[in-house]
C-alpha cells in the first residue's frame, strides 16, 4: 500500500515537473519568436532607412543636372539618345574641361573652316556676336534655359537681336528638320556615316545620335518618327570626340573619329543651374 502511494505521488511530482518544464520551453519560444521578430522588424527599419537615404542621393544628383542617356531603336537606325537633365543648353567658343563640374556635355557644334580657326557662320556667345564665314541653312538661339531651332528664313534677325540683348548664344548650322518635316540635304546625300543632331525632343534639349552608319535621309527619318519637329546638324566626321556626365556626376566619352578633335572651334554644351 505503502509502495503505491510512493509510487503515485512521484509520478505526480514528474507530471509537475514535465508541465513546468514545458511551460518553461513554451515561454522560451514565445521569447525567442518575439527576439526575431524584433531582429527582423530592425533589419526592415535598416533597409528602409537605406532606400530613403539611396533616394535622397538620387533626388540630390537629379537637382544638380545630369545627361539621361538612353537607346531608341526605330528598326534603323537605331538612335542614341543623349537627354538634358536639370540644366540648361549653350554654346561657348572657349573648350569646356571635364573637371569643370557645371558642364553636363560637350559637343562640336558649327563647322570649322579649313584654316581650322575660323566657325562656319555668324555667331553669339554670352551676348557678343563674332564674325563667321558663310551661311548655313539653320539656326540655334538659346535665351536663358530656352533654347529654339529654325531654319535660316525664319526670324533670324530677331533672334539675333534678342540673344545680343539678352546676353545669349546662337550659332548656325545645317537644318535637318522643320517644322516637322525633312529638309534637304545635299551635302550628305545618299553617304552612310556617324550623324549627329541637336533638338528639343520630349520637350528637353537633346542630342541624337545614330548608332552606326547611316544616310541622312534615314537619320531624318527616324527623327520624324519619334516625333522632333526641328533638328539642326553636329559638326561629325573627325570632329566628333564628345563627352556628357551621368547621374553619378562621371564624364563618359562618346563619339567615334576624334582625329581633328584639337582642333574644334566651338561647342554646344548642357550645362547645370
Given at each position: 500500500m505503502k509502495l503505491r502511494l510512493l509510487i503515485t505521488i512521484l509520478s505526480i511530482l514528474l507530471?509537475?515537473?514535465?508541465?513546468?518544464?514545458?511551460?518553461?520551453?513554451?515561454?522560451?519560444?514565445?521569447?525567442?519568436?518575439q527576439a526575431e521578430k524584433a531582429r527582423i522588424a530592425e533589419k526592415i527599419r535598416l533597409?528602409?532607412?537605406?532606400?530613403?537615404?539611396d533616394s535622397i542621393k538620387l533626388e540630390l544628383k537629379k537637382d544638380s543636372g545630369y545627361v539621361n542617356a538612353f537607346?531608341?531603336?526605330?528598326?534603323?537606325?537605331?538612335?542614341?539618345?543623349?537627354q538634358l537633365i536639370n540644366g540648361k543648353p549653350g554654346y561657348t567658343v572657349?573648350?569646356?574641361?571635364?573637371?569643370?563640374?557645371?558642364?553636363?556635355?560637350?559637343?562640336a557644334a558649327s563647322f570649322t573652316a579649313k584654316d581650322l580657326k575660323t566657325v562656319i557662320g555668324n555667331h553669339i556667345v554670352d551676348g557678343v556676336k563674332i564674325q563667321g564665314t558663310?551661311?548655313?541653312s539653320?539656326?540655334?538661339?538659346?535665351?536663358?534655359?530656352?533654347?529654339?531651332?529654325?531654319?535660316?528664313?525664319d526670324s533670324l534677325q530677331y533672334y539675333t537681336n534678342k540673344a545680343i540683348s539678352k546676353k545669349g548664344d546662337l550659332f548656325r548650322q545645317i537644318l535637318l528638320i522643320r517644322n516637322g518635316k525633312a529638309v534637304p540635304c545635299d551635302p550628305f546625300r545618299g553617304r552612310a556615316l556617324i550623324l549627329r543632331a541637336i533638338t528639343l525632343y520630349q520637350n528637353k534639349p537633346t542630342v541624337i545620335e545614330t548608332e552606326g552608319n547611316a544616310t541622312i535621309e534615314d537619320f531624318?527619318?527616324?527623327?520624324?518618327?519619334?516625333?522632333?519637329?526641328?533638328?539642326?546638324?553636329?559638326?561629325?566626321?573627325?570632329?566628333?570626340?564628345?563627352w556628357y556626365r551621368n547621374i553619378d556626376g562621371i564624364a563618359k566619352d562618346f563619339g567615334t573619329n576624334f582625329m581633328n578633335t584639337d582642333h574644334q572651334t566651338n561647342w554646344f554644351v548642357f550645362e547645370k543651374l
Open positions: 507530471l509537475m515537473i514535465n508541465i513546468a518544464c514545458s511551460g518553461s520551453s513554451k515561454k522560451e519560444a514565445e521569447r525567442q519568436a533597409q528602409d532607412s537605406i532606400r530613403y537615404q537607346k531608341v531603336d526605330t528598326i534603323f537606325p537605331k538612335l542614341n539618345i543623349y572657349i573648350r569646356p574641361q571635364k573637371e569643370n563640374q557645371k558642364y553636363l556635355l560637350a559637343i558663310g551661311n548655313p539653320g539656326y540655334c538661339a538659346i535665351i536663358g534655359k530656352k533654347m529654339v531651332i529654325k531654319s535660316s528664313k531624318v527619318n527616324a527623327m520624324l518618327k519619334i516625333g522632333v519637329t526641328n533638328a539642326i546638324y553636329c559638326d561629325m566626321g573627325s570632329w566628333s570626340y564628345a
